[in-house]
């Protein structure tokens, strides 16, 4: 199981990763890692509210939360810095195979991935895209795709073990 300060959960954050990271594809897997500096929308804080004469602020509940419906990209954007810990997240899609299939695969992943995590720079984004054979694919085989993956994108990996 990964932490949860380890998981990537929200689709922002998978959509940059995607677009503005590097990707290395194997036979069953591609794997997308945007690192710390690299570019991301992030570096920006979340900017204050300023309204000009006669525009309306956004009203806030006692919670702090904007009862409008629109936020500002600049405030959804994820902040990227080196202290962060690295994240990871996984797309494994219906293509790969029914529900239990794909859990499966996850699974494998995930307990992969944790074992890859302290290798990687603080901050690193990391998503990890099953294709339709990792169904057929063993942990053995899954981790060295991973491993050729980070290869390719000349990550350090640190797995305990090979699986």
């Given at each position: ?11 922002q954050d998978f959509s940059l990763v995607v677009r503005r990271g590097r990707r290395s594809g ?138």
């Amino acid at each position: 199981m990964l932490p949860a300060a380890a998981r990537l959960t929200r689709s922002q954050d998978f959509s940059l990763v995607v677009r503005r990271g590097r990707r290395s594809g194997r036979s069953r897997l591609v794997v997308h890692v945007l690192l710390p500096g690299s570019g991301g929308a992030g570096a920006a804080a979340p900017r204050a509210d300023v309204s000009g004469p006669g525009e309306a602020t956004p009203r806030r509940t006692s919670g702090g939360h904007r009862t409008d419906d629109e936020a500002s990209p600049i405030e959804t954007a994820p902040t990227r810095e080196r202290g962060e810990p690295t994240r990871v997240g996984f797309v494994v899609s219906k293509a790969v195979g029914n529900a239990v299939v794909r859990h499966r695969v996850a699974r494998r992943l995930r307990h992969l991935m944790r074992d890859r995590l302290a290798g990687l720079p603080p901050g690193t984004l990391v998503v990890v895209r099953a294709l339709p054979p990792a169904a057929r694919a063993n942990s053995r085989e899954l981790g060295k795709d991973l491993d050729a993956a980070f290869r390719k994108l000349q990550l350090p990996t640190s797995a305990a073990g090979s699986h």
